[in-house]
């Protein structure tokens, strides 16, 4: 049996690192706020220890992400309100985030979002022409308007069907 924060009764190890878990993985993206971080597959690792300290590891979608600092702080927060105030936020590099590991709940609350989804990575040296659906008519018939687009790990689209843009979280 671990001893959690005074706010919390004595729970087995297991459980009570299954509930900071549970809390952790339900904080939600700054910036695409419909991803939860563990939708998103930043969420890396998470620690209780004996003494109730509580570490999470975390890991940016690229190594200049502005978001992290208000990702540790929504996490910070979130433990708080859950009791847990023994809490360190690790940020890791290495190794570096990739789009396949987004869940695919995450990739379809994207679409339903209104943002295409990242396509399957290929490791391929072989550049292949990029096609993407419309996330609001379905349309095939879409063209590339800038390599970057409201955030750096995204790039702006256009529907020639419905003359709807979008953006379209790039694959890494």
Not at 27 to 34: G, L, S, W
Not at 74 to 103: I, Y
Not at 136 to 151: A, I, M, N, V
Request: with cysteine.
């Amino acid at each position: 049996m671990v001893t959690g924060p005074t706010t919390h009764a004595v729970q087995p190890a297991a459980s009570l690192a299954a509930e900071v878990r549970a809390v952790v993985a339900a904080v939600p993206d700054p910036e695409v706020p419909v991803l939860t971080i563990d939708d998103l597959g930043i969420l890396r690792d998470v620690r209780v220890d004996g003494d109730g300290h509580v570490e999470v590891t975390i890991t940016p979608t690229y190594s200049g992400c502005p978001a992290m600092e208000a990702i540790s702080a929504d996490v910070t927060a979130a433990l708080a309100q859950r009791g847990f105030h023994d809490v360190s936020v690790r940020l890791v590099l290495a190794p570096a985030w990739t789009t396949d590991w987004m869940s695919e709940a995450g990739k379809a609350k994207l679409l339903e979002y209104g943002v295409a989804p990242p396509q399957p990575r290929s490791d391929s040296k072989v550049l292949v022409a990029l096609t993407l659906r419309c996330p609001q008519c379905g349309s095939p018939d879409t063209r590339e308007l800038s390599r970057f687009g409201s955030t750096a790990c995204k790039s702006l689209w256009a529907c020639n069907a419905c003359r709807e843009p979008f953006d379209h979280f790039k694959a890494h």
